[in-house]
């Protein structure tokens, strides 16, 4: 097939070689550097002269009448294109290579791209092939464990839910401390990523230092997070076609709820519910009526089901030498694990480059994307399914005997979670959209102008609806409820840059790029709520009888930049970069609404030493560091500004300040300075990566108090300091590898050092229920009352007081700072391997976190010592509590007059192990497949979360709540969307 195609484009271009004046004639031979293969139908043609050229021959050859200083250029569908000057040569022979090597060449930075061998900074790149190995919905949480530096955990397990994203630390405790990402050099939100494909991405860079993100000035203090998506190529059009079918389960959980026999057990030693009066005689159940009780309901079975999810997906690309296209669109449908949650996903995507002559060329890039996902409640009671499964008593059903749905007399008005969910409906429709439009005029050979336009723009519309019918409109005595909320948000983008690029004498490369930008983001949203339904099928606002709530916002800000970034290197040995922007936002005081940030950049190549070229296992040692400022500018549009607000005063409307202004407030400013090194050895086996760095915040927004004769208690101003260090290490080996076997191992470890070192007049800040920020000690370090075990005389609860001393008094004043226990890990990282052997492939990756600590919220409602007892209770109440003096046990005396305190006795060592992704592969061999006339056929089998290994004992040692601001572990595990086991088969063809 190839050989056909190869001599068709032979047979074109030989009818191109018109009389063109050429002073002599130049031959060669193209071959396929991985087998030695010759390549027939690679184009050559003169790089200054298009319209002349021709192409290799079914033995690869070719030849071609040019002048002196002539370039040749090299192309084939697949492979890397490759520039070679005439200079003298008679005989240009090519071996060419493919273009996933020459992705790994090149680094996508800020603002354009970068030799990987020349770049000073800190860069993780990941190939978009291990992204859509990851069986999930949204592409941040498929960055977990793919690079060092960068730690992802999940927001919550439903279909769609964002990740929580924190690239060395934490930044910002009133600020936020995401990332910044971008896609195809416009900037988006990442709460929209469930309405993007992750099969759409070609590779992400994720840059972490000052020499790579220092760039992006005031967005670029978090990490930024660069997303290339996928182009055409020339040549024929190919057409990939994928589905994929899978099942979802519940991952594992170490909550061991009691069943009906124990429950009316713990429940009549107690005195409380149906176990202390019997609903038929009034008195305390005997043990043949609670062994005999007729019903013994498992709630998690009952409510947890097996989720499906089906993915269809079709893709083509191609092009000519003057226009090439990517096309794609994919359907994908999730129904959860959890009934009335599910997400519907319809995305589509566009993307061209058009060469309209020698000088001028432009692309664009745009993306659509519609989502539907069903929402559940999240609140603390029974409308949570998460927390229903854990309350709900056994002695309980779901349906009764007719089918209707029951309910539980005893407990919380007898809510049913079934009929809840199907009488209650929510969900959120998101449309979201990406665009990008760039042009690009070549003024000299070195010089070029490059301007692109770009546009983020999401719309979601949140449905609630409770039926007059449901259970939960009779308990609130509502004769139905509808609420309607909508936001449209849209970011524009215009980037204008003179790039320049020249070679000297070979050895000396120099670059500069100097650019404007400016941003404008709008957000607009409003929302409306009535009450009063005839019936549940009628659910239009303007049918309800009482019109509740209309509510309004708008909300903009603008960023207006120059910048510029230039670098230097010789010979491929020695290189430097620096780079230099001035950002002014609208957020912040009129006194200080511009920042400068720079940052400079050097490195070594080792290897290209004259000393080290002849070394057998040395191939490549390249030294780095940089040092410089970023700044970032993610508070709340309007916070610089001194804001009115409006009342009434008997009956009378009045407007009044409720705010004063802030002048002087400014950009949190980080200094990061970074050192490392990129290394291979023994002929690219063995690949180690390191890095050192030191980032420290200034100029923190805190809270800082005001005279009481201003008339407002405090205001925002630049105080606080904080500093993060941190080393990161990544190791790769080919363990083996040949032309049919290849074995490869790979880890990946970080470890950040947090310390909060400037507060205001040096003042605690608590931040939450248990945990406070404190100077000198890590942000968001725990205070709590510690927990001293159980008295074996007596079975009291036992703490310790502020000084150390045993105590069976609880007292929220003996709470202390306990010293190393935050809810960050002290490390974590990833490891696993990759094999392939003939048609087979299989690759499986592990993620750990080692060292953080969580407060079990689960456990203080299911171990309360029968302060919680109406509700169900763990068995480890009934069976290891303390019954008599002398016994030793970690579970009190129970009683229900105990009160519910939180200590440490809940707060626990949440490190795990998960197996996150397993992959096997098979692809059939290209003799068949040439065949049927397909290119590509392979089936596979992937596992997300499959196994996971922990001493903790909440639903989720990764999911959680999270602490507002200061993310990205959580240090309060409640009753959460666990993560699911997920199993899929798939299937891809391509023809």
Known sequence: MRKL?????????????????????????????????????????????????????????YSIKVNENDVLIFTFVGMKDQEIAVAGKNVINVEMVPATEALDEVVVMGYGAQKKGTVTGAVGVVDGNKIKEVPTASFDQILQGKATGMQVVASSGRPGAGAIVKMRGISSINASSSPLYVIDNVPVASADFNALNPGDIESVSVLKDASATSIYGSRGANGVIMITTKRGRMGKTIFNVKGQWG?????????????????????????????????????????????????????????????????????????????????????????????????????????????ISRKLKFG???????????????????????????????????????????????????????????MNPSYSNLIKGIGSFTLEYNIIDDLRFVSTAGVDYSQVLDYQYNKPESKLSQVLQSPGFRADSYAHRATFIWTNMLKYAKTFNDVHNLSATVGTEAQKSQWKGFGAQGEGFSSGRIDALDKAAKPLKVTGNVSDWRLLSFFALAAYDFDSRYFVDASVRSDGSSRFG??????????????????????AENSGWLNQFKLRG????????????????????????????????????????????????????????????????????????????????????????SRKENIGEMRNRGIEVSVSGDVYRSSDFFVNLYAMVSHNKNEVLKLYKGNDIKNGWNNVISEGKELNVYKMVRWAGVNPVNGDALYYTKDGQLTNKYSEDDAVILDGKSPYPDFYGSF??????????????????????????????????????????????????????????????????????????????????????????????????????LSKLRVYAQGLNLVTWTGFTGIDPEVGNVTS??????????????????????????F
């Open 247 to 355: 099942f979802s389960t519940r991952t594992r959980d170490k909550n061991q709820m009691m069943n009906t026999k124990e429950k009316l057990t713990y429940e009549r030693q107690l005195g409380v519910g149906y176990g202390a009066s019997s609903p038929t005689t009034g008195k305390p159940m005997t043990d043949e009526e609670i062994n005999n009780y007729p019903i013994n309901t498992d709630w998690m079975k009952e409510v947890f089901r097996t989720g499906k999810t089906q993915l269809y997906e079709l893709s083509a690309s191609g092009g000519s030498e003057s226009t090439k296209f990517y096309l794609s669109g994919q359907y994908f449908d999730q129904e959860a694990i959890a009934p009335g949650s599910y997400l519907k996903r319809y995305t589509f995507r566009v993307n061209l480059d058009h060469k």
């Open 832 to 933: 696993g391997t990759n094999i392939s052997y003939k048609g087979l492939d299989f690759s499986a990756d592990f993620y750990f976190s080692h060292g953080n600590y969580i407060y079990n919220h689960v456990a203080f409602f299911n171990l309360s010592d029968g302060a919680n007892a109406n509700s169900n209770q763990d068995k480890r109440l009934l069976y290891d509590q303390w019954m008599k003096p002398g016994d030793i046990t970690n579970i009190p005396r129970q009683d229900k007059g105990n009160s519910q305190v939180m200590s440490t006795r809940y707060l626990e060592d949440a490190s795990y192990l998960r197996l996150r992704n397993v992959s096997l592969g098979y692809s059939f061999p290209k003799h068949l497949l040439d065949k049927v006339k």
């Open 965 to 990: 601001g200061t993310g990205p572990a959580s240090s309060n595990a409640d009753f959460q969307f666990p993560a699911s086991r997920t199993i899929m088969f798939g299937l891809e063809i391509g």
């Open 364 to 422: 664009m890039t745009a993306s659509v994307g519609t989502s539907k996902e069903g929402n559940l409640r999240s609140d603390r009671n029974v409308l949570n399914p998460f927390n229903y499964v854990y309350s709900v008593n056994p002695y309980t059903k779901p349906f009764n005997e007719d089918g209707s749905w029951a309910s539980d007399p005893t407990w919380d008005y007898g809510l049913n979670i079934f009929e809840n969910i199907a």
């Open 590 to 611: 009129k006194d200080n609404q511009y920042g400068t940030f720079w940052s400079a950049g050097a490195g070594w190549n080792i290897h290209n030493e004259s000393f």
């Open 5 to 61: 195609i190869g001599l068709f484009v032979f047979l074109t271009f030989v009818g191109m070689q018109i009389c063109f004046a050429q002073t002599r004639e130049i031959t060669g031979t193209v071959i396929d550097k991985s087998d030695k293969s010759p390549l027939p139908g690679v184009s050559v043609i003169i790089k200054n002269n298009r319209a002349v050229g021709t192409a290799t021959n079914v033995d690869g050859k």
């Open 626 to 713: 940089s040092v410089g400022t970023s700044g970032n500018n993610n508070i709340g549009d309007y916070d610089a500004l001194g804001l009115f607000s409006t009342g009434s005063y008997n009956g009378t409307s009045t407007i009044y300040p409720s705010r004063l202004p802030n002048n002087q407030l400014t950009w949190e400013k980080n200094f990061q300075a970074s050192v490392g090194f990129d290394s291979k050895f023994f002929n690219e086996r063995l690949t180690v990566v390191f890095d050192w760095y030191n980032r420290k915040t200034i100029d923190m927004l805190l809270a800082a108090n005001l005279s009481l004769t201003s008339g407002f208690a």
